[in-house]
C-alpha cells in the first residue's frame, strides 16, 4: 500500500517536472537561437530573432492558452512559455519577442559549387548495416527532371514519416530524469518505474529498451547543449546522472548485465578490434554476436588460473577465486585467449570496450572468445611456414573457418577450398597448418647508416611477398607493434625504425586536395609524390550483387552521371553514400594514370583497396586512375564536362 503511494507521489512529481523542464528549455531555445543570429548578423536592424515555432510535445496537460495578443502584434511572431504551479495549473507566460529574417541576409553567403554530399568513413561498411528500407530524404529536391517517384519506390518507407529521434525532446526529458534522480531522490528502480508509467502517456522514451537504444543510451552518444534552466544555473555545472545509468539501466552494479551488453558488440573477428563493427557483420546474426558456437574447452577454469602468472594489480581478474564466481558464468565453457599474456589481452579489452574493470573484461572474455590457447612450438611454426608458402596468395576470404577437425578436404573448410590461409579469426587450431604466421626476423636489415628497418617495400617480407600488411599480433619481430625494439647485438646506434608495413593501419598517407578538376571535381597533389607512395584506401559501402538498394543507387548514379562503384572480387565498393576523399580519383583517360589500385591487399585477413602512386607526381598533379572499359561500358559513357576555374 505504501509502496503504492510512493510510486502514485513519483509518477506526480514526474509529469509536474517533465512539464516544467519543457516549458525552461523552450524558454532557453529561442533566447538562444537569438543571440546566435544576433552574433552571425551583428549589423541587423531587426532586433532579435526566432526563426523556430516548436512542436510543442503532447503531455499529460494541455497546451497553454496564449497569452491576449496586444495591438498590431501577429500571432505567428511571438513565442510563448510557461510554467505550471503544484497543482497543474498554467502559471504566468513569458513573452518572447520573435523577428522575421530578411531573406537578402542569406545573400552574403556565396552557394558552393555543386558537391555529393557523403558520410566520411575511415572503413569500408557492410551494406547490410544500412537501413535499406527507409529513404533518409529526397535527393536533389530542387531539380524537377529527378525521378523522385522512382526513387522512393525502391524504399518501403521514408524517414521522416517514421518514428523519430527529436533532439530537443531528448535534452528535456533528461533533464527531468537527472532531477528526479538529484534533486527529488528517486533511485533507479524508481525511475525506471515512473518512467515506465510516463512513456505509456506521453512521448517520453523508456530509459533502457535494449542493448543500444533507450533514452539513456541515446543521450549518452550525443553531446547535449549546454542549457541555461530556469535558476540560470547551465547544464554543464548541474550533477549529472552517474554514468553507470546509460550502461545497464535499471541494475548498475550487475556484472552480468554488463558482459551480456558488451557481448553483442564486439566484433566476432578476432582481428578486429573494432566495437561496433560495421565491416564484419555477418548476415546470420542481427548484431556483432560471436558468429560461432563455442567449442568444448581445452583448459579448465583452475588449469587456466594456474597457469597465467602474476596478477597485474589489484584489479586482476587473478585474483578472483574461480569458486566465487556467479553460478550462471560458471556454466560457460571455459575461455583462452591469444598466444601472448592472458591479462595484457584483458588490459586491451577493457581499454576498448566499455567495461571499465579487468574482472568485467574477464569474464566478459570467457564468453565471447571460446578458443584454446596452445603454446607455440618454434620448431613446428618453421617447418609449417616451410610448406605454406605453397598456398595461392590470391584467394583470400574474409569469413573466417568454422567446422570441426583440421582444415583438409574432407571438411567443408571455407580456407581449404578456397586455397586461402586461415586467418586470426578462422576457428581451426592455433596449430593448423594453413594459418598464416606473419613475417619473421629476415625481413629487417640494416640501412646505410646502420639503423635497421624492417619489411620495406622491397624487402624479403613474407607479409608484402603476399601483398598483405604486417599483423600487430604475429609479425612480432619486425616491429610492427611500433615499440621501438632495440637491436644492441647488431651495433645499431639507436632503436630500430618501426615496421615499414602497415601503411593502411597507421593510415600514413599522402596529402592531397580536392577542387575542381576537368571533370567535376577532382584530387591533386599537395607534396611531391613518389612511384610507390600509398595515397590512400577507397572507401565505400560494401555492396553485393544482390543488396536491395542497389536500385536507388543506381538512379542516382545515372542522374548525377557521377559513379563512385569499384569492384573487389564479387562485391562492390561504393563511395556514392559514404567514403573518403579517395573518391575524387578521376580516370586518366584519354591519357595515362598516374595511380594504381591493389584489390588484393590484405590487412588482418581483409581484402582493402589500397591506391598507390606508380609514378612521381610533382605537387599540384591531378591523381588519376584507370577506371578500365568495364567500368565506361557498365555505367554512364563519359560526359563532356565544362573546364571550370575556381576551388
Ligand atoms: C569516382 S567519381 C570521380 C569524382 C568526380 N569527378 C566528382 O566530381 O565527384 C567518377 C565520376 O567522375 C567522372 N569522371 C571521372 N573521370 C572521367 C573522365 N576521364 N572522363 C569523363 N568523366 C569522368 C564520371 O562522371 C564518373 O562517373
Known amino acids: 500500500m505504501e509502496d503504492l503511494q510512493k510510486s502514485d507521489r513519483d509518477f506526480k512529481t514526474a509529469k509536474l517536472l517533465y512539464a516544467n523542464v519543457q516549458a525552461e528549455y523552450l524558454s532557453w531555445k529561442a533566447k538562444d537561437i537569438a543571440e546566435t543570429w544576433s552574433r552571425v548578423f551583428p549589423e541587423s536592424t531587426t532586433n532579435i530573432v526566432a526563426l523556430e515555432r516548436f512542436r510543442l510535445p503532447a503531455n499529460t ?94 524504399f518501403e518507407d521514408v524517414q521522416w514519416r517514421s518514428d523519430q529521434r527529436d533532439a530537443d525532446e531528448e535534452v528535456i526529458q533528461y533533464e527531468t530524469v537527472r532531477r528526479l534522480h538529484v534533486e527529488h531522490g528517486l533511485s533507479a528502480e524508481d525511475l525506471n518505474i515512473v518512467i515506465q508509467n510516463l512513456a505509456a502517456t ?71 578490434l573494432h566495437h561496433y563493427c560495421h565491416v564484419h557483420v555477418s548476415p546470420e546474426w542481427d548484431m556483432h554476436t560471436p558468429a560461432v558456437s563455442p567449442k568444448d574447452p581445452h583448459l579448465t577454469s583452475e588449469q587456466f588460473f594456474e597457469q597465467s602468472g602474476d596478477p597485474c594489480g589489484e584489479d586482476c581478474f587473478l585474483l578472483i577465486n574461480p569458486d566465487d564466481m556467479e553460478d550462471d558464468a560458471d556454466d560457460i565453457c571455459f575461455l583462452v585467449i591469444w598466444p601472448s599474456s592472458a591479462s595484457s589481452d584483458a588490459d586491451r579489452y577493457s581499454s576498448i570496450g566499455d567495461s571499465s574493470s579487468m574482472t568485467e573484461t574477464f569474464c566478459h572474455l570467457k564468453i565471447t572468445i571460446p578458443l584454446v590457447l596452445v603454446k607455440r612450438n618454434a620448431e613446428k611454426t618453421r617447418r609449417r611456414r616451410k610448406r605454406r608458402t605453397r598456398i595461392s596468395p590470391f584467394d583470400l576470404i574474409v569469413t573466417p573457418c568454422d567446422h570441426p577437425g ?193 584489390g588484393e591487399h590484405t590487412v588482418n585477413g581483409e581484402k582493402r583497396l589500397l591506391i598507390y602512386a606508380t609514378k612521381n607526381i610533382k605537387k599540384g598533379g591531378e591523381l588519376t586512375l584507370a577506371y578500365g572499359e568495364a567500368y565506361w561500358e557498365a555505367h554512364n559513357a563519359p560526359v563532356t564536362w565544362k573546364k571550370t576555374t575556381g576551388h
Open 406 to 598: 583440421p582444415c583438409t578436404s574432407r571438411v567443408n573448410c571455407e580456407c581449404f577450398r578456397a586455397k586461402s590461409f586461415c586467418e586470426q579469426n578462422c576457428r581451426c587450431s592455433p596449430t593448423c597448418e594453413r594459418r598464416w604466421m606473419g613475417c619473421n626476423a629476415t625481413c629487417s636489415k640494416p640501412n646505410w647508416r646502420g639503423r635497421y628497418t624492417h619489411c620495406q617495400s622491397g624487402s624479403k617480407c613474407a607479409c608484402r611477398v603476399m601483398n598483405r600488411e604486417c599483423e600487430v599480433d604475429l609479425c612480432t619481430s619486425c616491429d610492427a607493434r611500433d615499440e621501438h625494439v632495440h637491436y644492441p647485438e647488431a651495433g645499431g646506434p639507436g632503436p630500430a625504425a618501426p615496421c615499414q608495413n602497415m601503411d593502411l593501419q597507421r593510415g600514413e598517407f599522402k596529402c592531397f586536395e580536392i577542387r575542381r578538376s576537368q571533370y567535376g571535381l577532382g584530387a591533386f597533389a599537395s607534396e611531391n609524390i613518389r612511384a610507390g607512395d600509398v595515397i590512400g584506401e577507397y572507401i565505400g559501402e560494401l555492396v553485393g550483387e544482390h543488396d536491395a538498394n542497389i536500385n536507388a543507387a543506381e538512379i542516382l548514379h545515372k542522374h548525377a552521371k557521377l559513379n563512385y562503384e569499384y569492384g573487389i572480387g564479387f562485391s562492390i565498393c561504393d563511395a556514392q553514400w559514404l567514403g573518403n576523399p579517395t573518391r575524387f580519383l578521376n580516370d586518366a583517360m584519354p591519357g595515362v594514370p598516374n595511380c594504381q589500385t591493389d
Open 61 to 154: 496537460y494541455d497546451p497553454a492558452p496564449n497569452p491576449p495578443i496586444k495591438p498590431g502584434e501577429s500571432e505567428d511572431k511571438c513565442l510563448f512559455s510557461w510554467t505550471y504551479d503544484e497543482d497543474g495549473n498554467i502559471g504566468p507566460g513569458e513573452r518572447i519577442p520573435l523577428v522575421v529574417v530578411k531573406p537578402t541576409e542569406f545573400a552574403t553567403f556565396p552557394p558552393h559549387p555543386p558537391y555529393q554530399f557523403v558520410t566520411p568513413a575511415s572503413r569500408n561498411m557492410n551494406a547490410r548495416m544500412i537501413d535499406i528500407k527507409t529513404a533518409p530524404f529526397i535527393p536533389f529536391p530542387a531539380d524537377p527532371e529527378f525521378p523522385r517517384e522512382q526513387y522512393l519506390s525502391s
Open 202 to 272: 506521453t512521448f517520453f522514451r523508456e530509459l533502457r529498451l535494449s542493448n543500444a537504444s533507450g533514452l539513456l543510451w541515446d543521450v549518452s552518444q550525443r553531446d547535449l547543449p549546454d542549457v541555461i534552466w530556469g535558476d540560470g544555473v547551465p547544464s554543464s555545472r548541474k550533477t549529472p546522472l552517474p554514468p553507470h545509468f546509460a550502461q545497464a539501466f535499471p541494475t548498475p552494479n550487475d556484472v552480468f548485465a554488463h558482459v551480456n551488453k558488451g557481448r553483442t558488440t564486439f566484433c566476432f573477428n578476432l582481428s578486429c
